[in-house]
Structure formats: C-alpha cells, structure tokens
C-alpha cells in the first residue's frame, strides 16, 4: 500500500521556525520526484516546493530563502524546514509524489497544519 504520512506540524509566532517531516512507504523512494503542497482557508492548493531523485530543489517564489526541502533515501523521508515564517504561510501542508506520468495515481498524504500567528 502506498502511503505519505506528514508530521511535525503546529503553531509558531511570526519569525519563527517550523520543519514538517513525510514518511513514505510502498513506493521506492529514491526514485520520485518529492514535492510539498500547501492548501491555506478560501485558496486553492499551491504547490511549495519539489526535491528530484538527484537532490534538485525548487520552490515558489514567496518561499525562497526561507523554506528548505531535504530527503533521506536510507529513511524514505522529506522533510520541509520553514524559517522565518508568516502570517501567509498558514495553511495545511501535504507531502506528494507524482506518478500519473508513468501511468499510476499520485499520491498525497493527509496534510498537517501549520499556523503562524501571534
């Protein structure tokens, strides 16, 4: 069974720092492409930042500087170090994998939520 399991996240007042944390299973890992998502109340989902097989990151523009993605292949995790943190980055964060290119579903975890207020 293919599964993401998020964790690690809360609340933290502005300025500070948050890491989110995705455990993968039925999947092999070091093969996919790992992104974070996030989905903030009234908006849609935005993706937040990507991690390729060979350790290539990207992220969106309001993120950069701030948000680090990392992966450790030997424990099928991701992880999402946030710094530096605002108000507008209140929202529930979801761990994904893209696979419908190569003819299998995505997969998305349940989300955690984090919220940023003083």
């Known amino acids: 069974q293919v599964q993401l399991v998020e964790s690690g996240g809360g609340w933290v007042q502005p300025g500070g720092s948050l890491r989110l944390s995705c455990t993968a299973s039925?999947?092999?890992?070091?093969?996919?492409?790992m992104n974070w998502y996030r989905q903030a109340p009234g908006k849609q989902r935005e993706w937040v930042a990507g991690i390729t097989s060979g350790d290539r990151t990207n992220y969106v523009d309001p993120v950069k500087g701030r948000f680090t993605i990392a992966r450790d292949n030997a424990k099928n995790m991701v992880y999402l170090q946030m710094n530096s943190l605002k108000p507008e980055d209140t929202a529930v964060y979801y761990c994904?994998?893209?696979?419908?290119?190569?003819?299998?579903?995505?997969?998305w975890g349940r989300g955690t939520q984090v919220t940023v207020s003083s």
């Open positions: 039925g999947i092999i890992f070091s093969e996919y492409t």
């Open positions: 994904n994998t893209i696979r419908r290119h190569i003819g299998l579903p995505d997969v």
